[in-house]
T-cell receptor, first 113, second 110 residues
Framework: DAGVIQSPRHEVTEMGQEVTLRCKLISGHNSLFWYRQTMMRGLELLIYFNNNVPIDDSGMPEDRFSAKMPNASFSTLKIQPSEPRDSAVYFC???????????FGPGTRLTVL | KQEVTQIPAALSVPEGENLVLNCSFTDSAIYNLQWFRQDPGKGLTSLLLIQSSQREQTSGRLNASLDKSSGRSTLYIAASQPGDSATYLCAVSPLYALNFGKGTSLLVTP
């Protein structure tokens, strides 16, 4: 298995633009997590899906952020409109179920100018 | 809210030394604890997972222990090598998501 796949690896955009980050889970995993990493706050959970259903989105900063899981293997995280303070590394992780080992993708480094 | 603290924040050792990285957490009600390695500009690589009912896990030169009642975990690295240089992150799972510490940045010098 190729592991968790994220795209793009790097994204540079201007303030106000829409950004879409993509994640492909490890086959057979039913839990999907989006995390954000910044120097100031470290790694924080944004949203958690189980069996394609959002279970906890309390970490999503505001309405500008939305996440979907249209099928069992794919998820998107969208920011519209983007702001400079959204600049961070966004990680997607998957696990066999909610209490198992989590495997992380390589991350998307987002820079909003 | 679960707080995870890692000490020291940075560590530099000569090659060959055995070393211990520390992690503490404030709420003992956890499902598991996971240690990760992160290389600069890269993603997180899972090193060891300890379930709440376990006391330790071993993988090669790595050994992680868990004392849930006191809210502590240690990661022991034997015979350190320059290739071990990275940031090591401890994370606990009180429900499903991981709560991360800020990490220990390790430098192993030849």
């Amino acid at each position: 298995d190729a592991g968790v796949i994220q795209s793009p690896r790097h994204e540079v955009t201007e303030m106000g633009q829409e950004v879409t980050l993509r994640c492909k889970l490890i086959s057979g995993h039913n839990s999907l997590f989006w995390y954000r990493q910044t120097m100031m706050r470290g790694l924080e959970l944004l949203i958690y899906f189980n069996n394609n259903v959002p279970i906890d989105d309390s970490g999503m900063p505001e309405d500008r952020f939305s996440a979907k899981m249209p099928n069992a293997s794919f998820s998107t995280l969208k920011i519209q409109p983007s702001e400079p303070r959204d600049s961070a590394v966004y990680f997607c992780a998957s696990s066999l179920d909610s209490h198992n080992e989590q495997f992380f993708g390589p991350g998307t480094r987002l820079t909003v100018l | 809210k679960q707080e995870v603290t890692q000490i020291p924040a940075a560590l530099s050792v000569p090659e060959g030394e055995n070393l211990v990285l520390n992690c503490s957490f404030t709420d003992s009600a956890i499902y598991n604890l996971q240690w990760f390695r992160q290389d600069p500009g890269k993603g997180l690589t899972s090193l060891l997972l300890i379930q709440s009912s376990q006391r330790e896990q071993t993988s090669g030169r790595l050994n992680a222990s868990l004392d849930k009642s006191s809210g502590r975990s240690t990661l022991y690295i034997a015979a350190s090598q320059p290739g071990d240089s990275a940031t090591y992150l401890c994370a606990v799972s009180p429900l499903y998501a991981l709560n991360f510490g800020k990490g220990t940045s390790l430098l192993v010098t030849p």
